[in-house]
């Protein structure tokens, strides 16, 4: 079966600890300068449907990555990123559109990077981030930086990186305190109950569980930012409801059957709640349903629940899925002499090859 990315050369090569924190804190100060494009270039001049240019192709591209994953446009939109990278260098434009263009570019380059980090390619995803933050950053852009962090912090999670992917949403919420809309809040407030579930935080975890359902309901339709279009209500029960999943497996008795039951119908919720262009999210809900069952001993609910995320799995493209599998399939191990978990863990040998 094929070993988890997070054992990879490429993840061997991502910054940790001091070395990925210490030099992104200068975000959370940065402040934007005036910017102005040198008169005498030789690529034109850029304005306002240049930059919805790249929008539109940054907007293709996050619909591509949510139904097929991203390993199989990954060139592509690195390629995209490099087109839209050279007119920053060789064209000149007003100081307006250069901020507007350099916060298109930072959004592009995320999307790169989150393809990146779901094929696997970790050092080429985090250097993506970090440029693109960067841009962000020129760009006085506080609100896609933020973003930007919550992408990295993703990325350490899933490399077992917890405590940086702690530090990250919390430098995301100090940088951009004076930026963040009900959206952004609550994303990362739900991060952080998902994080501190993970570090057996767990009443860190539901104070931040609840900050992110209150900060929710502020969310008003269309003053919300496009990169955050992705945090509906499917995306906050599905990462509260994997939250309460993770304390159950810190807790014991009654206490883990409540936060599990909880779990299960969060996440619930989210499978219903999620649009159909939403496969591989979709296919992560399984998942964290496919776990939850799992911590409480209900295996053929784990089974179930392996199977519908092995049809989705079939149809998409993405080493993240492919490494959730091979984590559901380690953690039924104990339970490998029950008929239910035996076929569970064959079939996901089979599917992720």
Known sequence: MRTHTRNSD?????????????????????????????????????????????????????????????????????????????????????????????????????????????????????????????????????????????????????????????????????????RLSPATASMLASLEARFQAILGNLTDSEAAAGRAEDVFTGIVPGNEPTHMAFFDTAELSATIGVAHQISARHSQGTDRTRRAEAGVRLIQQALEARPNHRVRSKAFDHLALARTHLTVGELEGAHQETIHALELFGTINSRRVGDRLTELHDEALPYATSAPAIDLRERIAHAVM
């Open 10 to 178: 490429s993840a061997a090569h991502v910054h940790k600890g001091s070395a990925l924190l210490d030099p992104l804190h200068r975000w959370a100060t940065a402040t934007s300068s005036p910017m102005t494009a040198p008169v005498g270039r030789t690529g034109g001049q850029i304005g306002a449907a240049d930059v919805e240019g790249i929008r539109a192709v940054t907007a293709m591209y996050r619909d591509v990555d949510n139904r097929h994953g991203g390993a199989l446009s990954r060139k592509a939109v690195v390629a995209q990123l490099n087109d839209a990278v050279s007119l920053l260098d060789t064209c000149t434009y007003t100081e307006a559109t250069g901020r507007e263009l350099l916060s298109a570019v930072a959004d592009l380059g995320s999307v790169a990077g989150w393809m990146s980090f779901d094929a696997g390619h970790h050092s080429s995803a985090q250097e993506l981030f970090i440029t693109s933050l960067h841009a962000a950053t020129e760009a006085g852009d506080k609100a896609l930086g933020a973003h930007i962090l919550q992408c990295m912090a993703r990325q350490m999670s899933h490399l077992e990186r917890y405590e940086d992917a702690l530090a990250l949403v919390d430098l995301a919420q100090y940088g951009a305190r004076r």
